[in-house]
């Protein structure tokens, strides 16, 4: 029977929520610098941290596999 170290299985679910959110990023990180852009790439910005916060949290809640695998499905 195989099992799965969960903390590990979160470990590398983060790592892919951190990608999926540096993806989100990089087109704001440019209207960032534009000054005309900057205020309203700040509020998108917000609007995506608060999402990946929000999923942060539920996979660091996650109470086995099954679980974190779903939340990773929906998320990303």
Known sequence: MITIN???AKTIAHDMRR???AAE??????KATI????????????VIRAKYAGIQTDMDAAVDVV??????EAAL
Do not use: C, G, T, Y
């Open 6 to 8: 969960l903390n590990k």
């Open 19 to 21: 990608a999926a959110r």
């Open 25 to 30: 990023f990089a087109p704001l990180d440019i």
């Open 35 to 46: 000054p005309s852009e900057a205020a309203a790439a700040e509020v998108a910005r917000a």
């Open 67 to 72: 679980e974190l695998k779903s939340i990773v």
